[in-house]
């Protein structure tokens, strides 16, 4: 792996010899190498010599990881009460059925049993439906439509996988036999699965309430300037494409726990989810109790990607089993049953169209999808094809005007929700791809397209056309030096070579952008213990992107202490009055803030007792690497010193109060990461199999805090990516069954699916919207990839007239392209 991080800079005292190879420490042990190639820009690493061993810009490897390697992580499953019992769920085999009837007797009365619940149980004690949390206004004011969605159908269900009966036993085996004798008469109903199709006349309905299928018509822009910009067009490119639905499949499945003490009316959720406090609301709602009368504990999480920020019908069931049964209720989902209960994403289908003046320049964007929303709104669901697709549309381009429609409807299929990027790489693969396309259909290079269209860098701060405010960044860099990695000079005898042995080769590129980084509020509390730690509560979630190794070197820095000292602590919903979670790339710039503040100010409280130690005036007193000076003097103490000293009666009284405090952040300006993403493929022509021969990144994330952590997130972002592009589909048949529902049938990527990623982060302009310079990377990969690949593979393929190819481009897709396209060549 190549892992380069590069600043440009004009400053020739910071110019470095040509090729030159910085070695960092990688604690503990081992070392990373920073290479940059100086052949046409001067680079130089960030802070290389005064950044502390531990400090930001630091590889530290991630400390939370002995832990899990020894086998001491506490996931859902590995959360045992006392007492408690198991609960299994009767699922609809039907995607479309009414319920007829229930017969419950027999599993009642099996060994075990505790309880067997319906729709009617939840209904009688007062138990409300799940809420949709984003209400999004219509077109023209009209307003969206939000069926009900309970815990458990009632009366009808509308995908399979549905829930319709909760059974709940001593022993999970006693509540699987259970279930199995449970008894339902159903009706089946006709279906419709197909998202494009969904909305037709004719099509059967879901929900009375919503015509033709139809939750919500959302726009956003000019609708008027847009048409007058292409009815002045020299030229229109006009692309039709799917961005295919994608389960989710998180390492860790899906699990919750749930506990009720009568005396004092509270219940306790265990379940391993992006935030605990976020759970809060929904389930108030749902219980009809207030908030202080619900704790959510999230233990370690083995994966998120967005699918566990919800309150699930499981979420549900054992909180309001445990309540009935007096006594602790657990699920865990098995991984067929995440087919059919996760929340899955993306799912699109998206006619875009681009206009062009005589010179290539564009005058407006014109974007139309459809996205399927599954039977029923999941929390954010409507949110993610519209606020969050929309906004992203014009990508890094300079596009006087745009506008978007977009029609969500419902299915007879699993809801859709957030997955990784959330909206965001939609955006990016529809202008992305059309950029190909238009490229094409003028003459232009790809590079030359873009680069005739990109937001300059002496524009910004550039609002699109599409409202956001992109604040820094030189957005031809990640191009031309992605271009130089890849060695695109060289690409021309690479495909002659290619073509020589009977393959196609193609090498493509996308120049992405994303919004991310500051949403909701965020807290955190620091204590300063007396052997002189530091203890922090932070109200974000690690799902496994390193959390505590990154607050870990913030405090570092920010105290001048070891790792070792510092202690975190997340997930418990009592901890914190509030938190927000992980998800849109958060954590680092609204927890680095939030826990900055806090040490901002345990820093303040512990300068007046060292003021009172070293005999001096409070104001006189500096900081800096865990030690208090007297300003212009040697005398000194450490923060060690004072933490010791916090805890003695010998201070005067005024001084006698805990070294903590707590610190709270609201949103502010947004961060836009961006880059470019390339890829060079073959195809053999014969099989349709595509191979990946490289792939370059080249990412401006602002100020690194650590580049080990931040390659581990492109690079899992960047799989995820490929596997949609190549190998990733959920497929129902007509009748609403999952055809893809487990791992024989749904394809994953795998190592040898995949090439090395040369990864090269550039430091070029840190973000000018926060103090930290930070701009969010957990979803960048996700974001560029599907683009990259699609367009490479669309390289490769034109030599024989081909100009697209929808996503999975799995070997028997691309074979039969390949075929129809010979065809029609040959009968022409």
């Known amino acids: 792996m190549l892992l380069s991080i590069q600043e440009r800079t004009n400053n020739p005292a910071m110019r470095l010899p040509h090729g030159t190879v910085m070695t960092f420490p990688l604690v503990p042990g081992g070392s990373l190498d920073y290479h940059q190639d100086l052949s046409t820009h001067s680079f130089f690493t960030r802070n290389s010599v005064a950044m502390g061993r531990f400090g930001v810009g630091q590889g530290l490897r991630r400390v939370e990881d002995l832990r899990f390697l020894?086998?001491?992580?506490?996931?859902?499953?590995?959360?045992?009460?006392?007492?408690?019992?198991?609960?299994?769920?009767?699922?609809?085999?039907?995607?479309?059925?009414?319920?007829?009837?229930?017969?419950?007797?027999?599993?009642?009365?099996?060994?075990?049993?505790?309880?067997?619940?319906?729709?009617?149980?939840?209904?009688?004690?007062?138990?409300?439906?799940?809420?949709?949390?984003?209400?999004?206004?219509?077109?023209?004011?009209?307003?969206?439509?939000?069926?009900?969605?309970?815990?458990?159908?009632?009366?009808?269900?509308?995908?399979?996988?549905?829930?319709v009966v909760f059974v709940v036993a001593e022993t999970q085996d006693q509540a699987r036999d259970a279930a199995e004798l449970v008894m339902v008469d159903y009706g089946e109903l006709p279906t419709v699965t197909d998202t494009k199709t969904a909305k037709e006349p004719g099509q059967p309905q879901i929900w009375p309430e919503a015509p033709n299928n139809t939750s919500l018509v959302w726009d956003m822009g000019d609708e008027t300037g847009t048409k007058a910009a292409f009815d002045q067009a020299h030229h229109v490119t006009r692309l039709e494409f799917v961005n295919n639905r994608v389960v989710v499949n998180a390492m860790e499945p899906r699990g919750t726990i749930g506990d009720y003490d009568p005396a004092s009316e509270v219940f306790t959720l265990y379940t391993g989810n992006q935030g605990s406090h976020r759970m809060l609301g929904p389930l108030s709602s749902v219980f009809k109790v207030p908030q202080e009368k619900l704790h959510v504990i999230s233990p370690d999480v083995g994966g998120g990607f967005g699918m566990k920020i919800f309150v699930y019908p499981e979420t549900v069931l054992v909180l309001f089993a445990a309540r009935r049964l007096g006594r602790p209720v657990r699920w865990i989902s098995e991984r067929s049953e995440g087919f059919l209960s996760d929340t899955q994403g993306r799912d699109h289908v998206t006619v875009a169209e681009l206009a062009l003046d005589e010179n290539a320049k564009a005058l407006g964007l014109r974007v139309t999808t459809t996205a399927n929303m599954g039977a029923y709104l999941s929390a954010f669901a409507p949110y993610i094809p519209t606020g969050c697709y929309g906004p992203m549309l014009?990508?890094?381009?300079?596009?006087?005007?745009?506008y978007t429609e977009v029609t969500c409807v419902f299915t007879n299929t699993v809801p859709v929700d957030a997955y990784r990027g959330a909206g965001r790489p939609e955006a990016a693969y529809m202008i992305e791809r059309l950029m190909d396309a238009a490229a094409r259909d003028v003459g232009l290079a790809p590079d030359e397209l873009r680069r005739r269209n990109f937001i300059a860098p002496e524009a910004?701060?550039?609002?699109?056309?599409?409202?956001?405010?992109?604040?820094?960044?030189?957005?031809?860099?990640?191009?031309?030096?992605g271009l130089k990695a890849i060695d695109a000079d060289g690409f021309a005898a690479r495909r002659e070579a290619a073509q020589a042995k009977g393959r196609l080769r193609g090498l493509g590129?996308?120049?992405?952008?994303?919004?991310?980084?500051?949403?909701?509020?965020?807290?955190?509390?620091?204590?300063?213990?007396?052997?002189?730690?530091?203890?922090?509560?932070?109200?974000?979630?690690?799902?496994?992107?390193?959390?505590?190794?990154?607050?870990?070197?913030?405090?570092?820095?920010?105290?001048?202490?070891?790792?070792?000292?510092?202690?975190?602590?997340?997930?418990?919903?009592?901890?914190?009055?509030?938190?927000?979670?992980?998800?849109?790339?958060?954590?680092?710039?609204?927890?680095?803030r939030a826990l900055d503040g806090a040490a901002d100010k345990v820093i303040e409280r512990s300068r007046r007792i060292a003021g009172h130690l070293l005999e001096a005036a409070e104001a006189d007193i500096e900081f800096a690497e865990g030690i208090f000076t007297v300003a212009g003097t040697d005398r000194r103490v450490s923060l060690t010193d004072v933490?010791?000293?916090?805890?003695?009666?010998?201070?005067?009284?005024?001084?006698?109060?805990?070294?903590?405090?707590?610190?709270?952040?609201?949103?502010?300006?947004?961060?836009?990461?961006?880059?470019?993403?390339?890829?060079?493929?073959?195809?053999?022509?014969?099989?349709?199999?595509?191979?990946?021969?490289?792939?370059?990144?080249?990412?401006?994330?602002?100020?690194?805090?650590?580049?080990?952590?931040?390659?581990?997130?492109?690079?899992?972002?960047?799989?995820?990516g490929i596997g949609q592009a190549l190998l990733e589909q959920t497929v129902y048949d007509e009748n609403g069954q999952l055809l893809s529902g487990s791992f024989m049938d749904y394809c994953m990527p795998r190592a040898d699916?995949?090439?090395?990623?040369?990864?090269?982060?550039?430091?070029?302009?840190?973000?000018?919207?926060?103090?930290?310079?930070?701009?969010?990377?957990?979803?960048?990969?996700?974001?560029?990839?599907?683009?990259?690949?699609?367009?490479?593979?669309?390289?490769?393929?034109s030599p024989l007239g081909i100009r697209h190819i929808d996503m999975p481009a799995t070997p028997e897709k691309v074979w039969r392209t390949i075929q129809d396209a010979q065809q029609q060549k040959a009968a022409e």
């Not at 984003?134 to 549905?162: E, F, Q, T, W, Y």
């Open 753 to 797: 699916d995949l090439p090395s990623i040369e990864l090269t982060m550039v430091e070029d302009m840190p973000c000018a919207t926060n103090p930290m310079g930070v701009k969010g990377a957990g979803e960048a990969g996700a974001i560029g990839a599907c683009p990259a690949v699609m367009n490479a593979l669309v390289d490769a393929l």
């Open 70 to 163: 020894t086998g001491q992580g506490r996931y859902s499953d590995d959360i045992k009460l006392e007492g408690q019992s198991c609960g299994v769920l009767v699922r609809s085999p039907y995607a479309h059925a009414e319920i007829l009837s229930i017969d419950l007797e027999d599993a009642k009365a099996a060994p075990g049993v505790l309880g067997v619940f319906t729709a009617e149980d939840l209904s009688a004690d007062g138990v409300a439906d799940i809420p949709c949390l984003v209400p999004m206004p219509g077109k023209n004011g009209s307003k969206i439509v939000m069926p009900p969605h309970p815990a458990l159908a009632r009366g009808r269900v509308r995908h399979v996988g549905d829930p």
């Open 394 to 402: 014009s990508g890094l381009y300079a596009i006087p005007v745009g």
């Open 509 to 592: 590129f996308a120049s992405y952008v994303e919004v991310c980084g500051s949403n909701g509020e965020e807290t955190a509390h620091l204590k300063l213990r007396e052997d002189g730690g530091v203890t922090l509560w932070i109200g974000t979630q690690s799902n496994g992107q390193g959390h505590h190794t990154a607050y870990t070197q913030l405090l570092a820095d920010k105290l001048g202490l070891e790792p070792a000292q510092i202690e975190i602590h997340q997930g418990d919903s009592w901890d914190l009055p509030q938190g927000g979670g992980t998800g849109g790339s958060r954590s680092l710039l609204m927890g680095g």
């Open 460 to 481: 910004l701060p550039f609002k699109t056309a599409f409202g956001e405010t992109y604040d820094s960044g030189d957005f031809d860099l990640p191009l031309t030096e």
């Open 643 to 720: 933490a010791k000293a916090g805890g003695s009666d010998a201070l005067p009284e005024d001084m006698q109060e805990p070294l903590e405090d707590q610190h709270h952040v609201v949103a502010e300006a947004q961060t836009y990461p961006n880059g470019c993403h390339l890829c060079e493929l073959e195809v053999d022509p014969d099989t349709g199999v595509v191979k990946i021969e490289r792939y370059v990144v080249i990412d401006d994330f602002g100020v690194l805090v650590n580049p080990l952590l931040v390659a581990g997130q492109v690079h899992g972002g960047t799989v995820q």
